[in-house]
């Protein structure tokens, strides 16, 4: 992965987006919020993002900010 260069996947089945930040060993994961959570790089960086219900989730915030 270039350095800077993020990663998106979804995986349809499991409905969880993960964004990949910076790749490398992991310190901790931490739920944030309900079906968020943020993993945390040995150096103490954001390495990552995971949200679990992601259809639930995004597509109902994506409706609601289009809302005139």
Known sequence: MVKGE????FDPEADILY???KE???KDT???ADDLFVEISEDG????LEVWRAR?????????????
């Open 56 to 68: 639930e989730h995004l597509l109902k915030n994506l409706v609601e900010h289009k809302k005139p």
């Open 45 to 48: 960086s954001i390495a990552g």
């Open 6 to 9: 993020m990663k998106v996947r």
């Open 19 to 21: 964004i990949l930040i």
């Open 30 to 32: 931490v739920e944030i």
């Open 24 to 26: 490398g060993p992991l």
